[in-house]
């Protein structure tokens, strides 16, 4: 496995307002995410340095800290792709409303059971929109990074809920950062990853 490295926004810290601040975006980019980085490859170092001295006394330790800080990794880059410069009544394409109404019977029906999965995590994770290898979309409440979804989804968009991700900002309005995140969802990205 390659050493992970914090992946380049595609955009300047305050591109989002006034939807998501700048002073979050930079902390949440700069110190959180890279945090996750930092533990994966320490991770990832302390396991080759087991497999070569044949000491696994912590591997449980070790095996979940690659899969917690990776999946941080894994996450975080998608959420940053997943944005762009908002607006209101940010909607998809034709198409993608289409393929969510044929998932969830309406583009409104997704965009209410979206916000209200994604609220519902008990204390930090992520509102995730997968797409089922047999074409099917899925909403999925995902508590911390690790305790994801059903194997055979692609991740189509995701929405940080962890606190440090809204709350400068919104503190504990966390239905209010997820109505706001609605306004910068980058669906093209979306939809090129269906």
Known sequence: MEQATLPELQYDYNALEPYY???TVEIHHTKHHAGYVKGFNNAQAKLKDAR??????????????LAFHGAGH????????????????NVPSDALQQRLASSFGSY???VAQFKKATASVEGSGW?????????????????NHQNAFVPGCKVLLVCDVWEHAYYLKYQNRRA??????????????????L
């Open 21 to 23: 601040d700048a002073q």
């Open 52 to 65: 070569e001295t044949n000491d696994y006394t912590l591997i449980k330790h070790y095996e979940h800290e």
């Open 74 to 89: 894994q996450l975080h880059t998608l959420f940053w792709e997943n944005m762009r410069p908002g607006q209101d009544n």
């Open 108 to 110: 409104d029906n997704f």
């Open 127 to 143: 509102g995730v929109l997968a797409a089922h290898d047999d074409g099917t979309m899925h909403i999925f409440a995902v508590h």
């Open 176 to 193: 209010e950062w997820i109505e706001n995140f609605m306004n910068i969802i980058n669906w093209d990205v979306v939809e090129q990853r």
